[in-house]
């Protein structure tokens, strides 16, 4: 089973709507969660931490559910501009863990 | 501006051929890595540095080197003992090891003809 697994996508959505994406992670002692978003041929930023108790940044919604070690990122009112690729990222007692990502595409 | 920044932006490597790829940061960052990323693939961590003079070998070690004499630069060289180096390099740092956010710089495209 890999570290941090994520659905390639790619996710099509139309503007306005609402999309979420799951991960899963293998490693229980797993300490911290975040979410990266890649645009095409750019470097990885971060977009969110994920917390134990959900967090929200505007748009964004991310959860986390240790007891079936999966991480979710809901985004409400979707914008061309978010389109890009979303990498789950765990950390554990070594340097990040990253998933390949799972590509959005917000058509107009 | 403080940054990460790596050069050269595209590098052509002719087979059998060594190059440094160039890592340098103004964020007063311990911890810095490399990555490497092929198409539709996540990020592979390739070294890591804590501190200078240190460095460990990451999940795909083989066929580069690094050192870190300056807190500030992290260079990665690929050597011609790695026999697939066409990727996407990506270079970030962060405060600490256990430091929660990564920073990256804009990558190198490293192409070998």
């Known amino acids: 089973r890999k570290e941090v697994e994520q659905d390639p996508g790619p996710f099509n959505v139309p503007e306005g709507a609402t999309v979420a994406f799951n991960c899963t992670y293998s490693n229980s002692a797993s300490q911290s969660f975040f979410w990266y978003r890649q645009d095409c041929r750019k470097e990885p930023k971060l977009l969110m931490s994920v917390y134990s108790s959900g967090n929200e940044d505007g748009r964004f919604t991310a959860q986390l559910n240790r007891a079936s070690q999966y991480i979710s990122l809901l985004i409400r009112d979707s914008k061309l501009s978010d389109s890009a690729t979303y990498l789950c990222v765990v950390r554990g007692n070594t340097p990040l863990v990253f998933g390949k990502g799972t590509r959005l595409s917000v058509i107009a | 501006d403080g940054g990460i920044t790596q050069s050269p932006k595209y590098l052509f490597r002719k087979e059998g051929q060594n190059v440094t790829l160039s890592c340098e940061q103004n964020l007063n960052h311990d911890a810095m890595y490399w990555y490497r990323q092929d198409p539709g693939q996540g990020l592979r961590l390739i070294y890591y540095s804590q501190i200078v003079n240190d460095f460990q070998k990451g999940d795909i070690a083989e066929g580069y080197s690094v050192s870190r004499e300056k807190k500030e630069s992290f260079p990665l060289t690929v050597t011609s003992a790695q026999k697939n180096p066409t990727a996407f390099y990506l270079c970030?740092?962060?405060?600490?090891?256990?430091?929660?956010?990564?920073?990256f710089g804009p990558g190198t495209r490293l192409l070998v003809l």
């Open positions: 970030a740092s962060s405060r600490e090891r256990n430091e929660e956010t990564q920073y």
